[in-house]
């Protein structure tokens, strides 16, 4: 099966400690290249979430958008700093003596205090919070598989009928070739006869001039070798093997050097003109191909 890298997928995982939404958007890139965007308190999973996406994912863009939020009441606690507090009161007890103040200390003054009292993050399970964000991955992976293979099956169809098309001009090609090696026969008899008026005709030159014109425009090879790249393509196009961009990629070269052959060959305005729309469809078929996973 053939798929896109283009695509998108989102997930939203929620329960009564915690709520993830993850959303995923693909796009073209000759290597796999993840990009992820995420709250600090899931930093340490990055390396988790590139090995999850790989098992689905070998090529393109991928960019990973992923909110946290805490719903649990025990998010920070109250941790109270016994022993500063006691070098605060000592350090207020001396000041007062050392010069004769007001002792008004009072608790609540105290309490405010720097790092007194402070709020502290609960700790943090990790086991749990994986397993939840997890989820949201998986689900977010799973539509963005969906839909990069939806877009995969647009484009084999559409690559499918080109390939359609470069056949019926292979086709044609391979038809007019024949016509034009009689055409030039009739040509060349007719300007000889001219130019040697009632002398007969030397057959044996004529034959061998023909031979030496038929040569020069013989694109048998190249047309056996297209044909060969075309069925190969769309044998490609319908396995079930994944990563087939690359390797249509490389198909679509071999291809578009066998047109160019046929083209510098082409001594014939209408096969100069098939072998044009050849180029023409080749170069489309390859810039679908660089959608291809």
Avoid at 27 to 36: A, E, G, M, S, T
Avoid at 164 to 181: A, F, H, N, Q, T
Wanted: proline residues 1%.
């Amino acid at each position: 099966m053939i798929k896109s890298m283009t695509g998108f997928g989102r997930c939203e995982i929620s329960d009564e400690e915690q709520k993830f939404i993850v959303e995923m958007k693909g796009v073209n890139h000759r290597y796999l290249d993840v990009n992820i965007r995420m709250p600090k308190k899931l930093n340490f999973f990055e390396t988790a979430i590139r090995n999850l996406l790989k098992q689905s994912i070998q090529r393109g863009k991928v960019d990973i958008f992923i909110t946290y939020e805490d719903l649990s009441e025990s998010q920070v606690s109250l941790k109270y700093n016994e022993a500063l507090a006691g070098e605060y009161l000592m350090y207020l007890k001396q000041m007062k003596d050392k010069f004769s103040l007001e002792n008004d200390i009072r608790v609540s003054t105290l309490s405010r205090y720097p790092d007194v009292l402070t709020m502290e993050e609960q700790a943090v399970d990790e086991e749990e919070l994986w397993h939840g964000l997890k989820k949201a991955l998986d689900g977010a992976i799973q539509r963005l598989v969906e839909t990069r293979a939806l877009e995969g099956e647009h484009l084999r169809e559409d690559i499918t009928g080109k390939l359609d098309k470069m056949l019926e001009l292979v086709g044609y090609i391979e038809e007019r070739s024949p016509k034009i090696i009689a055409e030039y026969r009739e040509k060349l008899e007719n300007k000889v006869r001219e130019l040697l008026a009632d002398t007969q005709l030397e057959e044996g030159r004529i034959a061998a001039e023909v031979v030496i014109f038929a040569d020069k425009i013989c694109t048998d090879e190249e047309i056996v070798r297209l044909k060969s790249h075309i069925v190969h393509m769309k044998e490609t196009l319908e396995s079930k093997e994944n990563g087939i961009g690359r390797k249509l990629d490389f198909i679509a070269q071999e291809m578009n050097r066998e047109a160019n052959t046929i083209l510098s060959k082409a001594n014939d305005l209408e096969i100069s003109n098939a072998g044009i729309d050849l180029k023409t469809e080749i170069e489309k078929v390859r810039e679908q191909i660089q959608n291809i996973e």
